[in-house]
């Protein structure tokens, strides 16, 4: 299998763009009439075709209207103080916010999670219904940190762990850094070879793709870099095994949000059961 990178394998969609470092409204923008307002302009047919020829992946150079790239940013920025860091040894360095904090601190993020526009758009790209994750799961929306020298994540694939496909929608966030995305297309299929690419995700940059089928890594991040990325994961079928959610929990506590955002959720969640 070759993971050899290059820029040619996608012709992303471009249009022009603002800073991220513009500031934002005073007032947070209307999801849906955001993404609306970039969606009817996409060659949305042309998109699919992309999506379903690359094996569920596709890559937007600029996606986000210029107003929500900023909220986005002014978020990032303003949660620094509550990213979580770790480190796995020869896999994974870097920073973390859940969904969690999001709620408490950014709630636009939470809204364009939601919005009918954005999850009717995908739906037309991946051809699935697509569900919100639940409310405890911790990686339905977060935030991913590259703030010093070395963070980055190694080849990996989203496994999901729910009964369904989980989908993901990166977002480009901030990006002062020279990581890139790097993944290979099709590893899941015998009949077609692995195709490798790497792209450098912009500010208001958009990737999707099925988690199980795209192996991908974040290169490392250089001294006095900084890129920040934004997840949503959507899902086809909310439902999870027992022992499937013992061992997503562990995951994201170890290698993503701590023991105690994870599991005092779970804390939360019971008592309101009982």
């Known amino acids: 299998m070759s993971t050899q990178a290059n820029d040619d394998v996608i012709a992303p969609v471009s249009a022009e763009r603002s800073p991220a470092s513009a500031a934002p409204s005073a007032a ?29 992946f596709l890559y937007m150079e600029d996606f986000l209207a ?5 909220q986005l940013a ?26 969690h904090t999001i709620d408490r601190l950014a709630p636009f ?22 569900q919100l994750s639940p409310a405890d799961d911790p990686h339905a929306y977060a935030l991913y940190y590259y703030t010093r020298p070395g963070d980055h994540i190694g080849w990996h694939y989203d ?13 480009g966030v901030i990006d002062e850094s020279s990581c890139r995305l790097d993944y290979e ?11 490798p690419g790497s792209v450098q995700i912009p500010p208001g940059g958009l990737v999707f793709f099925d988690g ?12 006095n870099e900084m890129r920040v990325s934004l997840t949503f994961e959507y899902v086809t079928d909310p439902n999870m095994r027992p022992w499937r959610r013992f061992i997503s929990n562990m995951k994201d506590a170890i290698a993503y949000f701590g023991f105690r955002q994870v599991f005092r959720q779970m804390t939360a969640r019971g008592k309101d059961r009982s």
């Not at 297309?185 to 195709?195: A, E, F, I, K, Y």
Request: proline share 6%.
């Open 28 to 56: 947070a923008p209307n999801a849906d009439r955001a993404v609306s307002g970039r969606t009817r302009t996409f060659d949305n047919p042309r998109l699919r075709k992309d999506f379903a020829d690359q094996g569920a």
């Open 74 to 99: 002014h978020s990032a920025r303003s949660l620094l103080d509550e990213v979580n860091r770790n480190y796995l040894p020869g896999h994974k360095q870097g920073g973390s916010v859940s969904r």
């Open 185 to 195: 297309l099709h590893t899941r299929n015998p009949d077609v070879p692995d195709q």
């Open 109 to 130: 993020i939470a809204e364009l999670y939601r919005s009918k526009e954005l999850i009717g758009w995908l739906e037309q790209l991946s051809g699935d219904k697509l």
């Open 212 to 223: 199980d089928k795209l192996r991908h890594r974040i290169t490392p991040a250089g001294a």
């Open 66 to 70: 210029p107003e929500v790239t900023a």
């Open 159 to 171: 496994t999901s762990y729910y009964d369904g496909r989980r989908y993901t929608l990166l977002l």
